[in-house]
């Protein structure tokens, strides 16, 4: 049997243009395409790898977003613009199916390890191969450029001065030190951009706070909470709660928990839980996109994310998201290495919330 190779790299594909991909996340959000399309995207260009025979396995995934158009009509009541469907065979007029679209300037990221079933042979992805990794980057880009992209269009790439445009893998050193050195070097080809993350630790600080009023609060009220203003009266520095406003005095309103400098939160989809019942054998589904794998239904699990800039991320795991699986809790979901500042060093050390 072979030995896996432990050495990894990082396989950046820079600057894509996607054109029309979903906007539409889940059922309750909207604004960009969830993480779930891009793990989907890795496990697709798994496959391709396998049938190409580049001996790489991509194990974790990251998105930065440098701009961002969603299709919509602007207004007090944003609404998408959609497309009227053809008539149907008898001349009628079809359904229109509400759809979102988004046009995209993105860069993703994805950390690569060797297969460990790929025939005997010296570990690839070691200092001074590069030409190796950059022909694996270019063929990697090629065929990234002829997939879909949360179902949207990739065009081709515009060359931009002073940025780099073309696929390219560096590994990873294993001292930490260089590690973090080398990273500090490669997050600012990423700028100007926004790299989304996870905060499950906001979501759980926010049930926290809604229990001191609420003793029955649910993680849904928290996550409805945090994903909308709450504005209420400020009151001047240093002054009491209860002070009343002096008379002809301005009053200023604002959301006590989004003041300056909490940073740039959304509300997303981080997987899927599986609905009660056990997975129907492969093939008893009609329709089903897969009739060799059990089949579970299932409904969005949700979190809260955050747009931070690459400059401002410690670690290459703060940029990356894999996927993980609960198979007692039946929970399929995407997992964020972000750790905030001032926060235990291991996500294993992070507390947890029901």
Known sequence: ????HTSQALLVLPRLRVQNANAISSPLTHGFPSITAFMGLMWALQRKLATQ???????QVGVVCHHHEEQMVDGYVKSFRLTRNPLDKDGSTAAIVEEGRIHLDITLVFLVTERADTAPQAPALV?????QMQEWAREIGRIVA??????????????APRQRTRPWMEVLPED???QARDFALWRRRWLPGYALVGRDDLLAARLVHLREHQPDASLLNAWLHAARFNHAPQTPSGSEVDTPTPSGAKQSWGDPLRGKGTGWTVPIPVGYAAL??????????ANARDAGTPLAFVESVYSLGEWISPHRLRRVQDLLWRAET???????RCRSGYIPAGAPQSVEQMPEFD
Do not use: K
Request: cysteine-free; charged content about 15%; hydrophobic content about 40%.
């Open 276 to 285: 009660d019942g056990e997975p129907l054998p492969a093939g008893t589904v």
């Open 146 to 159: 002829s997939m879909r992209i949360a179902g949207g269009t990739v065009l081709p790439t515009r060359p």
């Open 53 to 59: 025979g580049i001996p790489l396995q991509l194990m």
């Open 176 to 178: 930490s030190e260089a």
């Open 1 to 4: 049997m072979t030995a896996l």
């Open 127 to 131: 200092q001074g191969n590069g030409v």
């Open 326 to 332: 609960d198979t007692a809790m039946r929970l399929y």
